[in-house]
Every structure is written in C-alpha cells, then in structure tokens.
C-alpha cells in the first residue's frame, strides 16, 4: 500500500470501518511508513483526549424535569382524547347505561356471597398516566361458595377495575359508584405504581407450575422503568428488585441487555461486587455487542479490583484495551495497577 | 418508539435512558455554552420527541429522526445567539467538565505530571473544538458523541460520504494543530523562563 491509498482511508481505520484484509494491509504500511503512523498516532491522541470530555453525566435533576413534563405531555394527551368522548352527551349517555348494567350485574354477583369479613377494603392506587390499580387489602373468605377463589375475585376486581376508570369521567357514573358493592378507599399516591411483591408472587406461582412467563412487554417495561426511577432516587435495593423482576419476566427480553446493566450498577453503587460481577459476566458472554460493552468491561475491572481478584481486573482491562486501543490512556494506569498487586500477591 | 406510538408511555423512558448521555455531550460540545443552555436544549429535544412522536414513520430509524430533531435544535439555537452576537465574560476558569476531567484522572492514579497534563490536554481541546467551522465540529460531534457511521453523517447532514470523511480529517487535523501549537508555545515559555 502506498501513502496516498493509505491517507484515503485513513478515517475509516480510525473508526475500524475496514475489513480485516484492508485493515492489516494498512497495519503492514503503518509499520513501513512513519509519517502516516505518525499522523494516525496524533489523530488517536486527539481522540483519547475528546473521551475525557464525555465523562459529565446529565444532572440527577433535568432527568427529573424531562421525564415529569414527558408524562405530564401524555397525561393531557389522553385527557384530551377521554374529554372529547365523554363531553358528547350522546356518548356519554350510552356509556352510562351500559355501565350502570356492567356494575349491576357485578353488584348480583357479589351478593350472592356471604363474607366473614363485614366489608371488603380495596385501595386504589393512580400510577402514572391516570392508571389505576386495586389492591386487595382485607382477605375476603366466602362461607358457601366454594368455586369462588380468590382468583375469580381478582379478576372481578380487575373488571370493575376496567368500569371505574372509564367512568370516572361522567358525573352519572360517580353517582353511580356511589353504592358499590365493596368499600372503596382512594388512595392518591404518585410513586410507585405497581406492587412490587403482587408481581413476584404471580411470577412465582407461574415458575413454579412450569409455565412460561406470560408478562406482556410492557411490564416490562414498567418494571424497568420503575428500577431506573429508584436508582436515581438513589434506592438501589428497590432498584436491584426490580430489574431482577423484568430480567425473570423475560430474561431474553428486548431490553435485557440494558436491564442487565442497570443491575450490575444498582449492585455497585451497593458496594455487592461478587452479584455485580456475576451480572457484568453474563452480559460479556451473552451480548458482546451490546452498545455499552464498554462500560461493562471497564466497570467489571473496577469490581474485581475490589474484590481483591488482580488477575480478573487485569484481563478485562487488557480486553478493553485490545478492542479500544485508542482509549489505552483510559485504562493504561488501572492496568498498571492490576499488575502490580497481582505480582504482589503472587509473591506472598 | 412504536410502543410508544401505541400508548406505553414507558417506552419513552427506555428511549430516554438510551440516548440521553450521547446527546447531552454533543449539544454540550456543538453549541460550546454554559451548562444551562445545554440543559434546555435537552429538555426541547426530548419534547419535541413526545410532541411529534405522532408524526414518526417507522420506516426510519429511530435514532436517524432523533439525532435530526437534536441538529435542528442546536442549529437554531446557534442562529439565534448569532444575532445577540454577546460573549460571556463570566465564565468559569474551571468549568464542570473540566473538574470531572481532573477527577476521573485522578481517580486512576497517575502521576501528577500526568493528571495535569492531560487536563491541560482537555481544556485545550475543549477550546480548539469551539473554533470548529460548524461543519466540521458537527461532523466531528455526531461521530464521537453520537457513534454514528459516516453513512448516517452523511444523511443527517445533506453531504455525501466522502464529504463527511474530509470534514472529519479537516476536523482532526485542526484539533491536533491546536494540540501541537499549544504544546509548542508552552515549551518555548519554559525554555525562555529557563534561559
């Protein structure tokens, strides 16, 4: 190769755009030639340098501010959609009727139990978006019927569940909620939105009878999302609960990557290196394309540099350098570092 | 984003989280201005993606609309200082990103020498990178701050590749002359305190 085929794709092996064959072929010219290794040598520089440059992260607070006025933007979305139906007086009308025989028909339902339990408490909780979910609080033990398990009863629940939000809307309808057929105790709370320990009892009670996961992906999500909102709450055990969650509901999921290292930093910022390690293991072996590898391998140094396993720390250090070696500087003091304790520690 | 198109707000988040660091630090390095400017411009970004997240064909990718949203803002934000046309007299000698430059090295112990020369290294770059022609540091930005491949610059930017390539190299090459020149005056400040 000569000079100025190597000058024309220069920038592509800078940012490892080659195939192995051209990329070699420019290593032969780089090894022959010093003014082109030079140039690439300073470009490399110039580069490490601007890596220095990105370790700001964004302020616990705007994440805050974004993400409030992101949810605020598809609450009002929604609400204007709900006002449109409901503020139509015909809609409305039909919708009341048909509730009015939706809630009725529970109402016999419920009636032809008798409970030990004089009434029934159901909390309501608001999550994000206006969502809504009842939770059971008192137990509620039928005398006779014994075909009506607490399942059937949850999944009334959920039904008239599905009834109160739509009818929240309409004057008639909360008349009509006046007298249901449970007690109902509104609780407003903002944070969090779903039962944490509702969701692992479902997911146990499903591993345990063999069955596949049947959370839908956006649980998922919700679940994630919720261990992010309490990482940046700094809440890193809740954190640690809930990708745990997302990753059993699917643990080859879309996001399981990500999921994943969310985890391992929730298990370092509480000083669990050992789970930390095992996490940032798995994603190396599983997703070695995941975007942020590089982070992965950088911090599963640092965490065997605490657990005192110089020799682990070390190779991931050098991992990252042979697939990084223009961010050598990065890690060429950490590498050091490694060394010399592993040598220390051989030689006791 | 099409999940979030079907309602599950969630989706955002995860979008969010994805993308954030990236397009903080290009905005922070295209518009080369005070923390509070970047902010806002994060927050406008990230808006717009909800506000228009209707308008989203899923046809183009999702980061190529993004990073399109991300560039329009900054260019408008850029036009209009242009017009205020006034410069800052209050800022830091030290600013943030500067201090976690120092940190970072700090933490991974090097010698003193080092650590001070690479803050060095940093704040020069931090400046030669404001003297960017706009082309060029955006070329520069979207490849180190965003990852993207030429071909994806070169959409985003209405060029062809090729073009991309030599503002990249142009880019490069100014950095390490400013790099070098800096380096040159500072040993020729210490041969003349020597002398």
Redesign the interface.
Known sequence: MKCPECNEK???YL?H?LSPEEERAMDEHFKSCEHCAKELS??Q???T??Q????????AL??Q???A???E??FKEKRSWMTALFFKPSTATVMAVLLAIGLFYYTQQFNTIEMDAEKTVVKVERG??GQEKMIQIDRVRPLRSESFTEKKMESSFQEVKGGLSQMEETPSAVALISKPPVSLERVAIQEPPKDLNQMVRALSEEMAEGQESSFP??DV??T??MG?HYYAHNEFEKAVTSYSLALMMHPQGA?AD?IRYQLATSYKKLNDCNSAVKVLDEIQKRYPNY?EIDKVMLMAGDCYMDLRAYDKAESNYADFIRMYPDRE?Q?A??LE?ARKFRRVNLSY | MQ?YQRG???????L???H??GV??FI??FIGESESYT?EL??DV??KV??SSTRYEPTAKFTTWLYQIVRNCCIDHLRKMKHRKTTSLSQPVHS??EM??ES??AS???SPEKVAH?RE??EV??RAIDTLPEEQREVFLM???L?L??AEISELAGCPVNTA?SR??YA?EH??KK??LEEITKSEVIKGEMS
């Open positions: 220069l920038m592509d940012y755009d300073q470009f520089l110039v580069r340098s601007f220095q440059l990105k370790k700001t992260e964004v302020p705007v994440h501010k974004i993400l006025h992101a949810r933007e598809s994000k978006g992906s956006k999500l919700y994630f999302e992010n996001y990500t975007p500087l890690v003091d950490k570092t | 999940l599950e707000e969630y989706a955002f988040e995860v969010y989280w994805r954030q660091h903080y630090h922070r390095h902010e994060l927050q990230f808006m909800v506000k943030d990103e976690v430059v970072t090295i991974i112990n090097p690479n290294l940093a770059l931090k490849r180190e701050d990852n491949s030429f390539k990249m190299r490069l950095l390490r790099l070098a």
